[in-house]
């Protein structure tokens, strides 16, 4: 689908609901607006400095079924708040395609930290693909896995070795799917299998209802918040806080209570909790899942 093939109802309102300036504040972005690479990476980059990864709405009861441009704008940006995978890549989605990128929405299979074993997940996953019209290549993009999410646009090609402002990473081939795998200890990881078909938005409804509502779902039992600054990636379940360097260092700390756990995510990982009532009751009751 095109930037400006509007068959998508999801984008055919962009423009009366996306306001690129208050998005651009809100992500620090004071860059060229032009559809090129170098406005791509850059928001890219700024997008996963600024907003959080969270899974605070499944986890106090709140159904995530909304994936219009007006409501992800008005959480992601008006009320400061973060968001999974259909969030923050669907809020980019729009954004891209108001700029005029060539933007296409896929399905994924979340295989990170799984036994090779596992049975097959269902594809709960969304990203991006992303092609600049100018140059026709086409791009990953990703700003929605948490604590590994791409932090930088990488070519759709296989087997090639690709860096972004983190770890390398590299698209395989997988059965009849792709496979994005980073470099992780010096060890090639699998993150998510996807296949390069674009899905229509009820698809993503039905995932984002499914993570935010399913009593299996890992959103809906802990709370999982992530956040990439340009030096290091800050991962955090339950009570279990790890900072990971692009040094190579990583630590490791153990919260001692959910008001510690509520004050981190309010001055570390940058996240308005105005208006989310019950919240340190919640975690309490999730810091050790």
Known sequence: ????????????TTSSTIDLDAYFKRV???????????TLQALVAAHT?????????PLMGVPVMD?????????????????????????????????????????????WMMPADAPTPARTHQVLSVTVVDTG???????????QTLSSPIRMILDEKQSTRHEPYRIVRHGDESMLEA??????????TFAPTPVPQIDLEVGSWYVSTHPASGFVGGMTVARVTDD????????NLSVHGRDGTSTKTVLQSSAEVVELLDH????????????EQRVAQVLDT
């Not at 993009?141 to 604590?147: H, L």
């Not at 200890?185 to 998510?192: C, I």
């Not at 570390?268 to 919240?279: E, K, M, Q, S, Y």
């Open 232 to 239: 290091a990636r800050w991962n955090l379940r339950g009570r």
């Open 28 to 38: 620090g972005h004071t860059g060229s607006a032009t559809p090129t690479l170098e």
């Open 1 to 12: 689908m095109s930037s400006t093939d509007m068959s998508d109802p999801a984008l055919s």
């Open 67 to 111: 994936l219009g441009a007006s409501a992800l704008f008005e959480k992601l940006v008006s009320r400061g708040r973060g968001g999974y995978c259909y969030e923050q890549n669907g809020l980019m989605r729009y954004v891209l395609a108001e700029l005029g990128f060539t933007v296409e929405a896929f399905a994924g299979r979340v295989v």
């Open 137 to 147: 290549l086409e791009y990953l993009v990703d700003v929605g896995f948490g604590g």
């Open 268 to 279: 570390r990982f940058g996240i308005n909790l105005a208006g989310i009532d019950g919240l």
């Open 183 to 192: 470099l992780v200890r010096d060890a090639w990881r699998p993150l998510y």
């Open 49 to 57: 400095r600024a907003i959080p990864f969270e899974t605070i709405d």
